[in-house]
């Protein structure tokens, strides 16, 4: 609940920004809202915030090209690094929070079937967590 306001928000606004002149790639037909279904997206949610990828990837269509980058200063559970890599865009992706970290990237290791890995090192995903787990206890 964002507020204790007398109705029940069916929104939630995107703020998003480009550098330069905005370039639009999506059609002129669609609406400020958008019904999305929920259901099926993930085996389970794991993030209070959780977004089905089709919320990020209709913007990201809508506002980039192919090979272009996006930039997701609060990545989450990777809902817009799953919908980049979906739709053909790198993602530059932050989150400060390591088990967020690890959740996105699981995600999109199971949307993609591929193994992420640490640049630099290229230890996988698995050892670099339970790395870090050994450091905790």
């Given at each position: 609940?964002?507020?204790?306001?007398?109705?029940?928000?069916?929104?939630?606004?995107?703020?998003?920004c480009v550098r330069g002149k905005a370039h639009w790639s999506g059609d002129r037909k669609q609406?400020?809202?958008?019904?999305?279904?929920?259901?099926?997206?993930?085996?389970?949610?794991?993030?209070?915030?959780?977004?089905?990828?089709?919320?990020?990837?209709?913007?990201?269509?809508?506002?980039?090209?192919?090979?272009?980058?996006?930039?997701?200063?609060?990545?989450?559970?990777?809902?817009?690094?799953?919908?980049?890599?979906?739709?053909?865009?790198?993602?530059?992706?932050?989150?400060?929070?390591?088990?967020?970290?690890?959740?996105?990237?699981?995600?999109?290791?199971?949307?993609?079937?591929?193994?992420?890995?640490?640049?630099?090192?290229?230890?996988?995903?698995?050892?670099?967590?339970?790395?870090?787990?050994?450091?905790?206890?």
């Amino acid at each position: 609940m964002l507020s204790r306001g007398h109705f029940h928000w069916q929104h939630e606004p995107a703020w998003y920004c480009v550098r330069g002149k905005a370039h639009w790639s999506g059609d002129r037909k669609q609406s400020t809202l958008w019904t999305i279904p929920n259901r099926d997206q993930d085996a389970t949610t794991v993030h209070g915030t959780q977004k089905p990828v089709e919320c990020m990837r209709r913007p990201i269509l809508n506002n980039s090209s192919p090979g272009q980058a996006i930039y997701e200063p609060f990545a989450g559970s990777g809902t817009t690094l799953i919908a980049a890599e979906s739709t053909k865009r790198s993602c530059l992706a932050m989150e400060l929070d390591p088990a967020y970290v690890d959740v996105c990237l699981m995600r999109w290791e199971a949307f993609t079937g591929q193994q992420a890995v640490l640049e630099g090192d290229g230890r996988s995903l698995a050892e670099v967590s339970a790395e870090r787990r050994e450091v905790a206890a």
